[in-house]
């Protein structure tokens, strides 16, 4: 492939690069899974760092590392484990495919990471821009990464005026990104561009006045930085409401586990759904309850509401007051049924809306 057109916006590369590292030498933030070369570490931080921010990865990967210190300890843990340490970050298939990938680590390679961007390539959870961080970071393999921190710097550099997210411009960024990395140092110069994009080239107010490499911007030049990248607009978020079961008997809960696979797979929650056509929302729990886990209840007062955001949808979660009428609870619509007693709560890992409604309804957690 040729050189990418957009390279034609930086007049001197070399200048450019060594301005960068030297800013990110003494500039970056000291942070837990920084400085290291230990490809577990890194894998495991950029895995939490896919669609989340550094200050809520931060304690959520110490807390991990510490418990699953390498990467034999995470593929001999139970999935639930790892789903307990999980907790509140979200995105749970990122936890699944972490584990998943461990084992094949361990299994096929021996415990010896792969060094290959195209190896990494083949783990689950692992795509495009995660592989090529591990690979440059880890081993110092010369790929370029485009993450969202980098996509904007490029865009403002290049005063690049179209809509990045089509493939054809895709393809255009990667190029660039490409055809920028040096020789040497190519995973600090793929860390130091997210690094400036984290931390400068912010999206609303890019700092142009601190910037390393302001005197090669053109979108800075040209008075457009702020106003790119030139996104679509994204459609609006779907809100749904939810009736939830709050069913308690002899001092504990009725809680169910989703099915492994899926959204949320294997996190526990409270029982309950989505109303059907013309039912109520206390008619909707009461079967809800029953299909789920064979449990009989009467609906009473509700309880609280809470709101949640998961990645493509909003959420209203009504909690009911139930009481245990009768039945047996088994799974009939769920992975698991449990009457929790409150002491154990902690033990499972919850989805993060049902961890909203313990917080609300006054539990510790
Ligand atoms: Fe971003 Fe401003 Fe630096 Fe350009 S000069 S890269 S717009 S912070």
């Given amino acids: 492939m040729g050189k990418s057109d957009l390279m034609l916006a930086i007049e001197d590369p070399a200048g450019f690069v060594s301005a960068l590292l030297g800013w990110f ?6 942070l837990p899974f920084r400085g290291t070369r230990d490809p577990y570490r890194i894998w495991v931080s950029e895995i939490m760092l896919q669609q989340t921010q550094v200050a809520t990865v931060v ?3 110490q807390r991990f590392v510490r418990q ?4 034999e300890a995470l593929a001999s843990a139970p999935l639930s484990a790892v789903l307990k340490l999980w ?4 995105y749970y298939t990122r936890a699944r495919y972490l584990h998943q990938a461990a084992k094949r680590i361990v299994q096929e390679y021996k415990g010896r990471f792969p060094e290959q961007f195209e190896e990494w390539l083949t783990l689950p959870g692992i795509g495009r821009y995660t592989a090529a961080a591990i690979a440059s970071i880890a081993f110092g393999q010369r790929v370029p990464v485009l993450d969202g921190n980098v996509m904007r710097v490029v865009c403002r550099l290049c005063a690049f005026d179209q809509n990045p997210k089509t493939s054809a411009n895709q393809r255009k960024l990667w190029q660039f990104c490409a055809d920028l990395l040096p020789l040497e140092r190519p995973g600090d110069f793929n860390q130091a ?7 400068v080239c912010v999206p609303k107010k890019p700092a142009c006045l601190i910037c390393p490499v302001a005197t090669f911007c053109k979108g800075r030049a040209q008075g457009i930085a702020e106003q790119l990248p030139r996104m679509a ?3 609006p978020v779907p809100h749904y409401t939810v009736a939830i079961g709050w069913v308690v008997k002899d001092g504990r809960l009725l809680i169910d586990q989703r ?4 959204f949320l797979g294997g996190l526990w929650e409270l029982p309950g759904g989505k109303p059907k056509k013309g039912e109520t929302l206390p008619q909707a729990v009461q079967r809800e309850i029953l299909e789920e886990t064979a449990v009989q209840v009467d609906v009473g007062r509700r309880l609280c509401v809470v709101r949640h955001t998961y990645s493509h949808f909003q ?5 009911y007051e139930c009481h245990y009428v009768g039945g047996k609870a088994r799974p009939t619509g769920c992975a698991a049924v449990r009457w929790a007693p409150f002491s154990h709560l902690k033990n499972y890992a919850f989805a993060a809306g049902t961890v909203k409604i313990f917080k609300k309804l006054g539990l510790e957690w």
Avoid at 87 to 90: A, N
Avoid at 193 to 199: D, I, V
Avoid at 315 to 319: A, E
């Fill in 25 to 30: 030498d003494h500039s970056a933030r000291p």
């Fill in 59 to 61: 304690p959520y990967f």
């Fill in 68 to 71: 699953f210190p390498n990467v």
């Fill in 87 to 90: 907790e509140g970050l979200g």
């Fill in 193 to 199: 561009m997210m690094e400036l994009g984290a931390t």
């Fill in 233 to 235: 607009k994204k459609a």
């Fill in 259 to 262: 099915a492994p696979e899926g």
């Fill in 315 to 319: 959420v209203s979660l009504n909690v």
